[in-house]
């Protein structure tokens, strides 16, 4: 059974950073994909950045417009945890970052939530300004 817990949400300064973790258990990286999703109140949960997992070498990534140059999602297969990397940090980043979890042979990794079953409980970003 695939499991996801996320850890480091926190509060910052804009201009700040944090780094989030997704910890894994039962997914074998190199057998689908994960993601990080976020939800602000009010608001439709929106892709952040996907990975395709792969067991060594490079895994393909894909990161949102809004979070471009800013964000960036890897796979640190030592610790079977997903990471997001968050700098530059705005105002309108803060909300609850999901890690979401597909497994499965892909080609290719969705940024729309229905193509995820597995989900972790969240974990709150604030960014004052």
């Known amino acids: 059974q695939v499991r996801l817990a996320e850890s480091g949400g926190g509060s910052v300064q804009a201009g700040g950073s944090l780094k989030l973790s997704c910890a894994v258990s039962?997914?074998?990286?190199?057998?689908?994909?994960m993601a990080w999703f976020r939800q602000a109140p009010g608001k439709l949960r929106e892709g952040v950045a996907t990975?395709?997992?792969?067991?060594?070498?490079?895994?393909?990534?894909y990161v949102a417009d809004s979070v471009k140059g800013r964000f960036t999602i890897s796979q640190d297969s030592a610790n079977n945890a997903v990471l997001l990397e968050m700098n530059a940090l705005k105002p309108d980043d803060s909300a609850i970052y999901y890690c979401?979890?597909?497994?499965?042979?892909?080609?290719?990794?969705?940024?729309?939530?229905?193509?995820?079953?597995?989900w972790g409980q969240g974990t709150q970003v604030t960014v004052s300004s």
């Open positions: 979401a979890a597909q497994p499965g042979y892909r080609v290719f990794c969705a940024s729309t939530e229905d193509r995820y079953n597995i």
């Open positions: 990975i395709l997992t792969k067991p060594t070498g490079r895994s393909p990534t």
């Open positions: 039962g997914f074998t990286f190199g057998d689908g994909c």
